[in-house]
């Protein structure tokens, strides 16, 4: 609150502020401290007019978002008077009060309230994301898309959460196979902010389901649907551009292993395959 009362001070007085070390002999030095909490005392120091102005302000009742502005005008209204009375007397015909005097008369200074800046909270991330993922084994080509949410624990720990739908179509010798895929995984990681870049890496456990349909091209042969789940372990790296906007760029890489997953043999040819080893990018926004 102290940084808010002064800049808002220098604005009403249209002066400049001056950190306390660096303020010169000529310079009107303003002090302000609490006396209780709900009472302000404020003591004005004027070179120019060679005057100690004092004045106690009550806060009570007034909304502490507001507070700060209340201060701050009543310090502005009580440079502004010994201002003015140079303007209008520039040389007094009475001399100043001699300024040892003047302690005497003033309100007991107390120690000012520390004032600790609030912590940021850990951001809550939400993307939306286009993907491509890749089975090696397979080498098929499913894209889609999904959504993911990344609730920070801490400024370097975080969770992801997230779901993903997509689609291939494979061609073989004796047809053609239609696969459909749903995800979801659950990862714990660490994380890192470098001005507007953010980097991510998670480690955790994805879970899918996989159908496999097959169109035979000849009548001697019948397409099968074959559909199950699969399951492995997935490490993920990603890198937010332009991490202060609320809505900024998200890239990630994935790589897996569905240690349990969906087979589609194919008789004479590459088998289709929803297991193994696999990739993926996704590339999409994310607003924190």
Same mark, same amino acid.
């Given at each position: 609150m102290a940084d808010e009362v002064g800049r808002i001070a220098a604005i009403e007085l249209h002066a400049e502020r001056v950190p306390a070390e660096e303020i010169a002999p000529d310079v009107t030095r303003i002090d302000v401290t609490c006396e209780s909490a709900d009472a302000i005392a404020l003591r004005v120091t004027d070179p120019l007019t060679s005057k100690v102005v004092a004045r106690s302000v009550s806060v009570a009742g007034i909304d502490e978002r507001a507070r700060a502005r209340t201060i701050a005008l009543a310090v502005a209204e009580l440079v502004s008077a010994?201002?003015?009375?140079?303007?209008?007397?520039?040389?007094?015909?009475?001399?100043?009060?001699p300024r040892r005097v003047l302690p005497h008369a003033l309100p007991k200074r107390t120690t000012p309230l520390p004032i600790t800046p609030k912590a940021p909270s850990p951001p809550v991330v939400f993307q939306a994301v286009a993907s491509a993922r890749v089975f090696f084994e397979s080498r098929e080509l499913l894209? #889609?898309?999904? %959504?993911? $949410?990344?609730?920070?624990?801490?400024? *370097?720990?975080?969770?992801?959460?997230? /779901?993903? +739908?997509?689609?291939?179509?494979?061609?073989?010798?004796?047809?053609?196979?239609?696969?459909?895929?749903?995800?979801?995984?659950a990862a714990i990681g660490l994380g890192s902010s470098d001005g507007p870049v953010r980097l991510?890496?998670?480690?955790?456990?994805?879970?899918?389901?996989?159908?496999?349909?097959?169109?035979?091209?000849?009548?001697?042969?019948?397409?099968?649907?074959?559909?199950?789940?699969?399951?492995?372990?997935?490490?993920?790296?990603?890198?937010?551009? #332009?991490?202060? %906007?609320? $809505?900024?760029?998200?890239?990630?890489? *994935?790589?897996?292993?569905?240690?349990? /997953?969906? +087979?589609?043999?194919?008789?004479?040819?590459?088998?289709?395959?929803?297991?193994?080893?696999?990739?993926?990018?996704?590339?999409?926004?994310?607003?924190?």
């Amino acid at each position: 609150m102290a940084d808010e009362v002064g800049r808002i001070a220098a604005i009403e007085l249209h002066a400049e502020r001056v950190p306390a070390e660096e303020i010169a002999p000529d310079v009107t030095r303003i002090d302000v401290t609490c006396e209780s909490a709900d009472a302000i005392a404020l003591r004005v120091t004027d070179p120019l007019t060679s005057k100690v102005v004092a004045r106690s302000v009550s806060v009570a009742g007034i909304d502490e978002r507001a507070r700060a502005r209340t201060i701050a005008l009543a310090v502005a209204e009580l440079v502004s008077a010994s201002w003015v009375e140079l303007e209008t007397t520039p040389e007094p015909k009475v001399q100043p009060i001699p300024r040892r005097v003047l302690p005497h008369a003033l309100p007991k200074r107390t120690t000012p309230l520390p004032i600790t800046p609030k912590a940021p909270s850990p951001p809550v991330v939400f993307q939306a994301v286009a993907s491509a993922r890749v089975f090696f084994e397979s080498r098929e080509l499913l894209v #889609g898309g999904g %959504a993911a $949410v990344e609730p920070w624990l801490s400024r *370097s720990i975080l969770l992801r959460f997230d /779901g993903f +739908v997509e689609h291939a179509s494979a061609t073989r010798t004796p047809g053609d196979v239609n696969i459909d895929t749903a995800s979801a995984a659950a990862a714990i990681g660490l994380g890192s902010s470098d001005g507007p870049v953010r980097l991510t890496g998670t480690l955790g456990l994805r879970a899918g389901y996989a159908r496999l349909v097959g169109r035979a091209r000849t009548q001697n042969l019948q397409g099968e649907v074959i559909d199950g789940a699969w399951l492995g372990p997935e490490a993920r790296l990603g890198v937010e551009l #332009g991490a202060r %906007a609320h $809505v900024h760029a998200v890239v990630t890489w *994935s790589f897996g292993w569905a240690v349990a /997953g969906v +087979v589609g043999p194919i008789p004479g040819d590459r088998d289709v395959l929803a297991r193994g080893p696999y990739g993926a990018l996704a590339i999409g926004i994310a607003a924190n």
